[in-house]
């Protein structure tokens, strides 16, 4: 509605303008303004963020910056907008495990060995569960698939995560992306909430959802 109002007064001002301007001026021949060159859009830098001491690298959304939340031998990557909505949950988590099975194994290798034994939904509703400590939350692991990043094959899955925060109800859309590298699991959560209807967490999440598959097919990796 504010739009439409800001748009109805500019052509009640043009309007105006032209109601106001002596007839003699409209006669007038008017001289021609020198040509100027078409403005040429310079495209934003790529919002790249690097984590060296996690041996990891990717491209973030524009106005998205990170930190680091200690625990365990690497802790995890926290990437979320700058100016934070607090009635909106929009946030992305990179963590990763130590897996000494894959260690000195190939990419080509540990993708076989994924392909031999598919992830299952209660694989991934651990993972997600390893994230959630809040008896108020309730998650709901829905479909899932499988995309390449690289050559690195990568497992995914969406949820449904249902709370409560003083008396009212929330919902919010997550997908997990889980990739095996040489000598560790990655887990990215990549997720997209609102309180009140649960369709209106949908939606943001799924405006969301192309951003959350770029960052994750930005992945670079690098030995620890």
């Not at 993972?127 to 998650?139: E, F, Q, R």
């Not at 479909?143 to 109800?169: C, I, N, S």
């Amino acid at each position: 509605m504010k739009l439409r109002c800001l748009l109805a007064s500019a052509m009640l001002c043009q309007a105006a303008t032209a109601v106001a301007t002596p007839a003699s001026a409209l006669s007038r021949t008017p001289t021609p303004a020198p040509a100027v060159p078409p403005a040429v859009a310079t495209p934003a830098p790529a919002n790249v963020i690097s984590v060296q001491s996690m041996g990891i690298a990717f491209t973030a959304p524009q106005n998205w910056s990170h930190k680091i939340r200690r625990s365990g031998r690497f802790g995890e990557i926290v990437v979320d907008p700058v100016e934070v909505d607090p009635n909106r949950m929009l946030r992305c988590h990179l963590k990763p495990t130590v897996e000494p099975r894959s260690r000195g194994m190939s990419q080509q290798q540990i993708n076989a060995r994924m392909l031999a034994n598919p992830a299952t939904p209660e694989q991934f509703s651990e993972i997600l569960d390893s994230h959630v400590t809040d008896p108020n939350l309730t998650t709901n692991v829905s479909d899932g698939g499988e995309m390449l990043v690289g050559e690195r094959l990568v497992y995914w899955f969406t949820a449904k995560m249902t709370f409560r925060e003083k008396g009212k109800e929330g919902f919010a859309f997550m997908k997990l992306y889980v990739i095996n590298v040489p000598g560790f699991t990655w887990a990215i959560v990549c997720g997209a909430g609102a309180p009140g209807e649960a369709a209106t967490a949908s939606t943001r999440f799924n405006e969301w959802l192309p951003a959350f598959d770029r960052l994750v097919l930005s992945l670079q990796f690098t030995d620890l």
